[in-house]
Nanobody, 123 residues
Framework: QVQVVESGGGLVQAGDSLGLSCACS????????MGWFRQTPGKEREFVAA????????YYADSVKGRFTISRDNAKNTVYLQMNSLKPEDTAVYYC????????????????WGQGTQVTVSS
């Protein structure tokens, strides 16, 4: 059974940096992409960043481009999201997801999702 577990959320001030990690276990072969999404109360889950596992191609939402960086560690089956210059509007629950099928990495049709980790940015 595939498990996706996020870690690293917390409370920071505007302008600070924060790093999130996402470990995928249970199946590590033929992973197509991993992505980060976020959601605030009353809003739909939105795409943040993604990486195609084999090609290392990265994708970013316009709202985070230049501030966030997604990366992966093959040996640890982990994907990271480094968030710099955080803004109050980045406050959300951040979810990690993995797809074993070829999908549009910016879409939300991933196969497995984590439980989410809260990121709160105070002004």
């Amino acid at each position: 059974q595939v498990q996706v577990v996020e870690s690293g959320g917390g409370l920071v001030q505007a302008g600070d940096s924060l790093g999130l990690s996402c470990a995928c276990s249970g199946r590590t072969f033929r992973r197509y992409a991993m992505g980060w999404f976020r959601q605030t109360p009353g809003k739909e889950r939105e795409f943040v960043a993604a990486i195609r596992w084999s090609a290392s191609t990265t994708y970013y939402a316009d709202s985070v481009k230049g501030r966030f960086t997604i990366s992966r560690d093959n040996a640890k089956n982990t994907v990271y999201l480094q968030m710099n210059s955080l803004k109050p509007e980045d406050t959300a629950v951040y979810y990690c997801a993995v797809s074993f099928r070829p999908i549009d990495p910016t879409s939300n049709i991933y196969d497995y999702w984590g439980q989410g980790t809260q990121v709160t940015v105070s002004s």
